[in-house]
């Protein structure tokens, strides 16, 4: 049996396949104080539900949101800085921009509580750009240092030195000093945590690591050894933010790779969902209940940054792009000073939450709308579990929405649908244009609790024409966890123009690299000769200050011409031109993975009629209330086609299929909708 | 648009298509980032795109860099004044730049371009950059010591770029000819054909989907409708007359002479008028401010002072006027120098900010030192290649009831990364030795002012031309509610041979190897008295290291 | 077909009359004092591939007669009647030779077909850029030298283009000047094209069409017969120009001039690496530029003033330029200055031709001086005035055939001087003495042209005077034949006073009301010795004040002890020196470069240039510098070692130079 587990902010998540292909999903209560128990209690479930042997689990695969969580709630490690002399401030100082354009009372937007002036301490050592030693490191001045902060309660250090990513020497020596005086001290070294130049950005992440090694060590610790005592011997794998899974070894050592683990498991389930339904370009749109994550897959690839984003602070580890807008179900429809209808950035939450959820929650949301338009079933809302009161939903709408305006209560709900939609549709839009793509050539695939419910109003606004809803949209980031390959990536700064090296030198430091992400497999006792290998460079024109990852084959006949072309034609792609100057290597990376074997899951499928009944739903464009059938996805039989207007219900979501939009259900039992040829 | 009355309008729609403009001027904006060649544009951030009214109002503008917003007013009213609408035709861009006739300073050019759903012109996109070269005496085109617009580079007055979609093969060849990168010139100029374009797709299709005649009628509610609200906003604001001053240090030619900025803020129930009579006349140096870079200062400090979540476009201009006195500092005459016009408009913005925080006092916010530090290194590489570096350093903000202010951050219309110092060692032969909070250097208050930042910098190799540009090293940032002043900035050169010079706000100089510069930027000023500190704030001070 | 003689003539003269009053027409409806004043423009009639076979003698500087518009003609696409195409930019064809000159050149059509082009320039007082009036010796980038037009149709089928004026007006300092001229030239190319349809007319199409070309090969027939009487042989000389940069070292121009049979070939190499001021002269390389004919067509025409000036003439001269030298700069050099250069340029050719024909060429002219130029506000209007009061030159050189002419000759007297009532009328300075220089021309049997000097006073405070082409205060004007070199040139500020500044070649000050100005040019050179001219023609100079009664007798050996000469002294006095005189060599080179040549030898320059030649061009300014640094003042005695010994130290101290030279050689 292969289990793979997505542990939510509410909710953890499994998904298991059996050898014989039968599947089971269902989600646990996460226990926040520690998400191992929850964890465990859904292992337990799965025993008694499937009769399985704990030994016979042969796969498990973990997304975790155990590092964010730590960085939101300010739970991380009491870190101590080490800086080069004269540079304490940098991780204060940033790089002096500011997001809050507009305003004059501002805040700071640098990570300090990661390690307020107190515990920055600068080291007597110096290395020059070329990685020359200009002042060699005086070891008192590190004992000194540190005996300073231990007193301050220090319980891990981070330590950025300047040029470290030219020549780490001071770094290593550092910590050899420190660990021979107090072994048990927990350390970070930029030259190993993020080896490349720009010190803010390198220390932010070092500090990071040093902030949620703690944490994800116990966490983890607890875990395998909690997984033992059930008896489960599988090895712990977990998702990493670069979409790929790693043992826990590597996990506990390099901990900053695990933000945004679980988003990535998601991205993952939805690639593989399109891709064994042959569809290759995918715009992800995860509408939840404060928030709409959206993701870009092209080519069945998930498109990466090299820089992503925790709590408002910008970390320079790649993950996969995901991207949030602030409204979701629970966005609060307002209206502004001049008469304006307004939807989100503010939510209702999920406490009180909307107002239809009668827990005192008195502002409309998108749900009260749905509910009111007669989209939803109060009834059978996220499985039942969730009784909604339409009295409440209508009255919040009717006071706040509809009197002030002076139109129907039906007009105001689906006013704030079309507002929702509008602003959803510009944000899904830049995030593509941002990428250098045109939404249009992509299908746009609905996840989360209310993405099926706009899908295709937003597909409309998109001049998209395909919209697809998998078979179990709520736990696609655990089941994406079981076809995500396990993968390791180590790279070095190289920092020459590309004209000015040669093909034998740069293989020379990739055969570096790969020793090391070979041992990285070797602890996982991956099947060696199963493993692929891919080499990327960091390439940038010269005197440009961003660079573009840039694949690097060196099986070609001229790989460095190679890399060259491939490099102008991504720069078009994502700059919009590219002209042939002079370009620097900045950085080289080697990535080892080892592909999944995805489990051939069966389908099981509900028989008898999949009308369940039908609500009155109100249309805007046809200004009236339309009888519409309401299906049950579970008795939608392969091959088989509906057409607008209908509504589609399952478990943990609701599909809005409007007129002009017909759907059919495919062999893997993913829902297509299709935009009708005849009206457009 | 009288014809409102026929024209029924669905409520909701003017929301969406507000949603719609604000989707279509960020998309123009980051196509704008996207294609661009120049990193002052990639990492400066200092580009915008915009849509307007035919009548030449801002409709909807991407936020970029504050000082943008609407200084691309009176360049559309000059094209539009030039080529009258009517002559017009679908496919026609305008490209202008000159300060005397609407521009800022002349490495900001501006395209303009005419959007028409079939015959009926329904608006204009337009898109601002800040060009890496535009020629002139110095590389880069902000020559500090200029002291006319000639020789800040080349001045183009209102053309047509592009004729009903034909490039102008002519004008390009010119204009490529007269400046220093004319590839990545034409590059980034490309780039905003590629925004204009954008825009105009975009919008002809909302035109074409809800009708040409009711969008224009909805643009025109939009614009109403921020006029209301920013309106409401001011009426929040007491009657009277509040007035500030502050100065830069210098024009950088007379180093002596101060540069006074006067503002009399007057609140009159929902209007603000600003009134600069009492500003220095205008200087010899390059640090004159044109109008329309006036109007950006003002209208950005009073949309962040009023701060009410307004939708910006041209209707929150409305019931703001300024008086800008002829032949003074921000309205100068042909042919003064102009090209450092951005300290002026950051201590404009300060003054009012200022003035209208006496206004409301519990949102009052000291002055922030609005320092930004430029400084330029130019000099030979060990190789014998030549090389330029330019750095932006910032300075405190100011403090307010419940916030300290922040050290070393980018203030009011402008935001610039600093440079890394990896970056720069790897790039020139100078070294930095240090880079700290600079202590103390906050104005004290029960609320403390943002800190400056100390940066030493170690010439290697060669002789290296030096330019210095600061403020705040003789008028300090003030505090408020008997806060107190940030500290003045100061800098200085330590000379190998030992002896040392004290700069004086702006100065070029040589620098010879072993020669050291430290840069000490100003602190914002403190909010309060500095009794009512909380004492666990003053001990947090003392072991960061802030006090 | 082949024309006869007369009819030629007859064509020639036509021609030569219609290229007259283009000339007139835009010397009268010129705006600017400079072009108005100083005739700082030129006319011409082409063939239809930029071949100038006609130009005036009289009127306009006779710098162009050379000038070919091959390469501008060729960027544009595609001419129709009534375009008129206008180009200042000096690194597009190479036909404006610094920014300020606007050239013009307007297709003639007859009978739908192409037969000739008019063309011209005018020197516009400013074009914008770094300073005033757009050109200074310290600028060293184009990019600083104003706006730069490239070939563009400023009038399309009759229609002005209204867009490229605009953009030209706005970026100009006094736009009305500039659009005055230019309507001054499109006057004068329309003038140009009705007198050309005119002799076509006249003549017949084919006629036209055979005879000018008939006309080059004329002039080319005429240059080699001139030529050929010259000796065969290999003739080199070298002059200087004072500094390469502010405050810098000389730059040197160096030719070796051959002539064999009836054709020249003008060898450059050995002239310095190209400068990081605005005096290098922008050749393109093209083997007959107009500047490097000029020196050539004044020589030839002094021999025979038959001679009929037209670009044929230059079909009989070639020349070899190195790259990246100040004869053949790359972009984006500045050339503003390159008037100074080119002056020099002038007499280096002059100095190699009088070695091939001594008893018929003079001594070296006074080779220009600094054009005063001032910009300032006038008290009286209140107006910002940007004008030229006037070039400062000097005489021509003394010659086999008697004195040098004073004030102004030879190869600087195309630039009119502005009339001292106009300069008080329009500029407000107060000219206190212009006139000759006392002593300034240089002492011979025939003496060199005297020094023209200017005081003027500023009226109006921060008067900035430029000052442009200052030059010669250094190396002066060389003498023959045992004729003594000219006198230097000079720029003070307040003389006689305690306030005096000596401001040597600097170009640029800012004066303010009762600041004194005392500008004088370099004197010519003399031609054969001083003991032997006319006792009663020295007594004359010292009458007339342009020799001073100390050099009468120290350097003519002339006694004047009253106001009447005593001959028996004189007599004596001139036996005796006679007796302590040593027949000097061929040149006198006055004492400036005489001191300079004891560091730098031709054997150090030679080594010099070898080593330069081998270097990458963005390197050799660099490295010129650092090995006159090395030098320094010591004397040289060996031939060159030394600073081949010095360069290999560069080297060693430049790794990344030394690899580039390896990777050149592998």
């Known amino acids: 049996m292969q289990i793979g587990v997505d542990v939510g902010g509410t909710f953890t998540d499994f998904s298991c396949v059996s050898r014989d292909g039968k599947t089971l999903t269902f989600k646990v209560p996460s226990t926040p104080h520690d998400p191992s128990k929850g964890v465990i209690a859904g292992i337990r479930e799965i025993i008694s539900q499937t009769g399985i042997a704990p030994a016979e689990i042969s796969v498990f695969a973990h997304g975790t949101t155990v590092a964010t969580n730590a960085v939101l709630e300010r739970k991380g490690a009491n870190v101590g800085l080490l800086t080069t002399e004269g540079f304490r401030d940098v991780l204060e100082i940033g790089r002096q921009m500011r997001t809050q354009m507009y305003s004059v009372r501002l805040r700071p937007e640098t990570p300090i509580f990661l390690a307020p002036g107190a515990r920055r301490v600068g080291v007597m050592e110096r290395i020059g750009s070329d990685g020359n030693i200009i002042k060699p490191l005086d070891e008192n001045s590190v004992i000194r240092a540190v005996e300073e902060l231990l007193i301050q309660g220090v319980d891990a250090l981070a330590i950025t030195f300047l040029f470290s990513f030219v020549n780490p020497v001071h770094e290593l020596q550092a910590q050899e000093i420190i660990l021979k005086k107090w072994p048990r001290l927990i350390v970070s070294l930029s030259s190993q945590v993020d080896p490349v130049f720009r010190e803010y950005e390198r220390t932010v992440v070092t500090a990071f690591d040093a902030y949620i090694k703690p944490t994800v060590d116990t966490y983890l610790s607890n875990l395998t050894e909690a997984l033992q005592n059930e008896g489960v011997n599988a090895p712990l794998q977990v998702m990493q933010s670069r979409g790929g899974l790693a043992g826990c070894k590597t996990a506990r050592a390099r901990p900053v790779r695990l933000f945004l683990s679980g988003p990535a498991g998601g991205v993952i389930g939805a690639l593989e969902e399109g891709r064994t339904n042959g569809f290759q370009n995918l715009i992800t749109v995860d509408i939840g209940g404060t928030s709409c994550d959206i993701a870009l897959i092209n080519n069945s690839k998930p498109l990466l940054r090299q820089e992503g984003v925790i709590d408002t602070f910008s970390v320079r580890i790649p993950m996969v792009d995901v991207n949030a807008i602030g409204s979701g179900g629970g966005s609060v429809a307002w209206i502004d000073g001049a008469g304006g209808l307004k939807v989100g950035p503010h939510s209702a939450g999920s406490d009180p939450g909307p107002a239809c959820y009668d827990k005192g929650g008195e502002k409309p949301t998108v749900t009260d709308a749905s509910l009111v338009l007669g989209l939803l079933d109060a009834n059978y809302f996220a499985n039942g579990r969730l009784q909604l009161n339409g009295q409440k939903a209508h009255l919040a709408i009717e006071k706040y929405i509809a009197q002030p305006m002076q139109i129907s209560p039906d007009k105001a709900a689906s006013g704030i649908h079309r507002v929702l939609v509008s602003q959803m549709s510009e944000g899904i839009r830049s995030v593509s244009v941002k990428q250098g793509f045109d939404p249009r050539e992509f299908s746009l695939m609905a996840l989360g609790g209310a993405g099926p419910l706009h899908a295709c109003a937003l597909a409309d606004e998109l001049q998209i024409t395909k919209v697809l809803v998998p078979k179990n949209p709520g736990v696609l980031s655990a089941s994406g966890l079981l076809n995500a390959p396990i993968e390791h990536e180590v790279s070095v700064s190289f920092n020459k123009e590309l004209n000015g090296t040669t093909a034998e030198e740069i293989f020379e430091r990739l055969e570096k690299l790969d020793v090391e992400a070979n041992q990285l497999m070797n602890d996982e006792n991956a099947d060696s000769n199963k493993v692929e290998t891919t080499y990327f460079a960091d390439i940038c024109y010269i005197g440009q200050g961003y660079h573009l990852e840039v694949g690097l084959d060196l099986r070609v006949q001229r790989p460095l011409e190679k890399l060259y072309r491939d490099f102008l034609v991504l720069h078009d792609r994502v700059y919009g031109h590219s002209v042939e100057a002079a370009v620097r290597i900045v950085n080289l990376r080697s990535v080892h993975r080892l592909p999944a074997i995805p489990p051939i899951s069966e389908l099981f499928i509900n028989q008898g009629d999949c009308v369940k009944g039908s609500r009155h739903v109100f249309v805007d464009s046809e200004e009236q209330r339309l009888t519409v059938p309401v299906i049950d996805r579970s008795f939608m039989q392969i091959g088989s086609s509906i057409e607008g207007p209908v509504i589609i219900e399952q478990g943990d979501t609701t599909t809005w299929v409007p007129r002009g939009w017909k759907g059919s259900v495919l062999e893997t039992g993913l829902l297509l909708l299709i935009k009708m040829e005849s009206d457009s | 648009m009288k014809n409102a009355a026929q024209i029924s309008l669905d409520p909701v729609l003017v929301e969406v298509v507000r949603n719609k403009l604000e989707g279509i001027a960020n998309e123009m904006q980051s196509t704008l980032f996207k294609s661009s060649f120049s990193p002052i544009v990639k990492e400066g951030l200092d580009a915008s795109a915009s849509l307007f009214t035919l009548s030449g109002e801002t409709l909807a503008q991407a936020i970029a860099l504050p000082f943008h917003l609407a200084t691309l007013i009176p360049m559309v009213r000059k094209v539009l004044e030039e080529f009258p609408l009517d002559a017009m035709e679908d496919g026609d861009i305008f490209i202008m730049n000159d300060p005397y006739l609407g521009g800022t300073h002349l490495p900001d050019i501006a395209l303009i371009m005419p959007i028409f759903e079939g015959e009926v012109p329904i608006a204009f996109s337009a898109a601002m950059t800040h060009h890496q070269d535009v020629g002139g005496m110095t590389p880069g085109s902000v020559p500090t010591n200029a002291t006319e617009i000639f020789q800040e580079g080349i001045r183009i007055p209102p053309l047509k770029y592009y004729s009903r979609g034909e490039v102008n093969g002519t004008l390009i060849k010119i204009l490529r000819l007269n400046v220093r990168l004319p590839d990545s010139f034409e590059g980034d100029l490309n780039a905003q054909v590629a925004a204009c374009q954008i825009g105009r797709r975009r919008l ?173 290194f130019g000099g030979e590489r060990e190789d014998g290649s030549r090389y330029v570096v330019g750095e932006l350093v910032a300075s405190g903000s100011g403090a307010s009831e419940g916030m300290d202010g922040v050290d070393v951050i980018e203030t009011d219309g402008t935001n610039c990364m600093n440079l890394p110092i990896e970056a720069l060692e790897l790039d020139v032969p100078i070294r930095i030795n240090k880079t700290e909070l600079r202590k103390g250097s906050g104005g004290a208050g029960k609320f403390r002012g943002g800190l400056g930042i100390i940066r030493e910098y170690e010439v290697l190799k060669g002789e290296v031309i030096f330019t210095h540009r600061g403020e705040r090293h003789a008028y300090a940032a003030q505090g408020i509610s008997s806060g107190g002043a940030g500290a ?55 072991v960061n290291r802030k006090s | 077909m082949k024309i006869d003689k007369i009819t030629l003539e007859i064509l020639k003269n036509h021609s030569r009359a219609a290229a007259e009053s283009m000339a007139y027409t835009l010397y009268r409806t010129a705006h600017s004092t400079f072009v108005k004043e100083t005739e700082d423009f030129t006319c011409g009639i082409t063939t239809p591939d930029g071949e100038t076979f006609a130009s005036p003698v009289e009127l306009g500087v006779t710098w162009f007669v050379g000038l070919n518009y091959k390469t501008v003609i060729e960027m544009i696409d595609e001419y129709e009647e009534g375009d008129i195409c206008i180009t200042n930019d000096p690194y597009s ?32 007082t400013d074009v914008g850029g770094a300073v005033p009036a757009s050109i200074s010796r310290t600028l060293s980038e184009i990019h600083q030298e104003g706006i730069r037009i490239p070939p563009t149709k400023i009038v399309r089928r009759g229609e002005l283009n209204k867009e490229v004026l605009d953009i030209m007006l706005t970026n100009v300092r006094m736009p009305e000047q500039n659009w005055g001229d230019l309507k001054a030239q499109i006057a004068a190319m329309n003038t140009g094209e009705r007198r050309v349809h005119e002799i076509i007319n006249k003549f017949g199409v084919d006629v036209f069409k055979a005879g000018i070309q008939d006309l080059l090969s004329y002039a080319e027939a005429q240059a080699r017969s001139i030529i050929s009487d010259l000796p065969d042989g290999n003739y080199f000389f070298a002059d200087y120009m004072d500094e390469d940069s502010e405050d810098g070292y000389p730059c040197r121009l160096a030719l070796t001039l051959i002539i064999s049979g009836d054709s020249i070939t003008l060898d450059f190499t050995g002239s310095d690496p190209q400068i990081e001021s605005s005096i290098n002269i922008p050749t393109g390389g093209q083997e007959r530029h107009a500047l490097l004919m000029v020196g050539v067509i004044y020589i030839l025409y002094s021999l025979d003033p038959k001679l009929f000036l037209n670009a044929g003439v230059c079909r009989a001269i070639g020349s070899i330029l190195p790259e990246g030298t100040v004869i053949n700069p790359a972009f984006p050099a500045a050339v ?77 007297s195309f630039l009119k001087n502005t009339p001292v009532e106009i300069n008080e009328i329009e500029v407000p300075i107060k000219i206190k003495r212009y006139g000759l220089a006392k002593d300034s021309g240089g002492a011979g049997k025939y003496r060199g042209g005297t020094a023209i000097e200017m005081w003027f006073e500023a009226l109006a405070p921060n008067t900035r005077v430029t000052a442009r082409n200052m030059d010669r205060t250094r190396f002066t004007s060389w003498g023959v034949q045992n004729g003594r070199a000219g006198a230097p040139s000079y720029f003070l500020l307040n003389p006689n006073t305690n306030a005096e500044r000596n401001l040597g070649n600097l170009d640029f000050i800012k004066i303010g009301p009762g600041d004194v100005v005392h500008v004088a040019s370099g004197g010519a050179g003399g031609w054969g010795n001083p003991l032997e001219r006319d006792i009663d023609a020295v007594f004359q100079d010292v009458k007339r004040g342009f020799v001073s009664h100390k050099s009468a007798l120290e350097d003519y050996g002339v006694v004047i002890p009253n106001e009447s000469c005593d001959l028996e002294a004189t007599e004596k006095r001139r036996s005796e020196l006679m007796n302590s005189f040593a027949d000097n060599d061929f040149f006198d080179y006055g004492v400036g470069r005489v001191e300079y040549e004891k560091i730098w030898n031709k054997a150090n320059y030679d080594t010099l240039t070898k080593i330069l030649a081998r270097i990458p061009i963005h390197w050799r300014f660099f490295i010129k510098h650092r090995i006159f640094e090395m030098v320094g003042n010591q004397e040289t005695r060996d031939s060159g070692e030394k600073i081949s010994t010095y360069f290999e130290g560069l080297l060693t101290e430049f790794p990344q130079l030394e690899e580039t030279l390896r990777k050149e050689t592998d």
């Open chain 3, 336 to 412: 503003g200055l390159r008037t100074l250069s080119v002056q020099r340029l002038m007499g280096l050719i002059f100095g190699a031709f009088v070695q091939a024909a001594p008893e018929k060429l003079p001594a070296s002219p006074a080779s220009g001086g600094p054009i005063m130029n001032v910009n300032t506000i006038d008290n009286r209007t209140g107006r910002r005035v940007v004008a030229a009061v006037g070039p400062i030159t000097g005489g021509a050189g003394g010659s086999p055939l008697g004195d040098g002419t004073e004030g102004s000759g030879a190869n600087s």
């Open chain 2, 488 to 542: 003045l900035a100061q800098s200085v050169i330590y000379r190998l041979d030992g002896t040392t010079e004290v700069i004086n706000s702006k100065i070029i100089q040589k620098l010879q190897p072993g020669d050291r510069v430290v840069v000490e930027t100003a602190g914002g000023g403190g909010y309060g008295d500095i009794k009512e500190r909380s004492q666990q704030s003053v001990i947090a001070d003392q």
């Open chain 3, 93 to 124: 064809g190479h036909v404006s030779t610094h920014s300020p000159d606007m050239h013009c050149w307007k297709p003639v059509f007859f009978g739908g077909e192409l037969v000739s082009f008019v063309v011209g320039h005018i020197h516009n």
């Open chain 2, 204 to 376: 002809i299709s909302l035109a074409e989907k809800f009708g040409s005649e009711k969008i224009k009628y909805i643009f025109s509610e939009l614009l109403d409708r921020s006029e209301i609200m920013t309106r409401d906003a001011i009426k929040g604001l007491p009657n009277g007359m509040f007035s500030h001053v502050d100065y830069l240090d210098n024009d950088g030619v007379d180093l002596d002479v101060a540069i006074k900025i006067n503002v009399n803020v007057k609140i009159d129930d929902d209007e603000i008028y600003l009134d600069f009579t009492g500003t220095n006349k205008q200087v010899k140096g390059p640090f004159n401010l044109m109008p329309s870079g006036a109007y950006a200062a003002a209208y950005f400090a009073v949309h962040a002072m009023i701060d009410a979540d307004v939708p910006i476009n041209g209707g929150c201009f409305r019931p703001i006027s300024l008086k800008l006195p002829e032949r003074s500092v921000l309205n100068p005459e042909e042919p003064a120098a102009v090209n450092a016009r951005t300290s002026t408009m950051k201590r404009v913005a300060g003054c009012i900010t200022s003035a209208l925080g006496k206004a409301d006092p519990p949102r009052a916010v000291a002055d922030a030192a609005g320092e930004l530090l430029l400084l330029a």
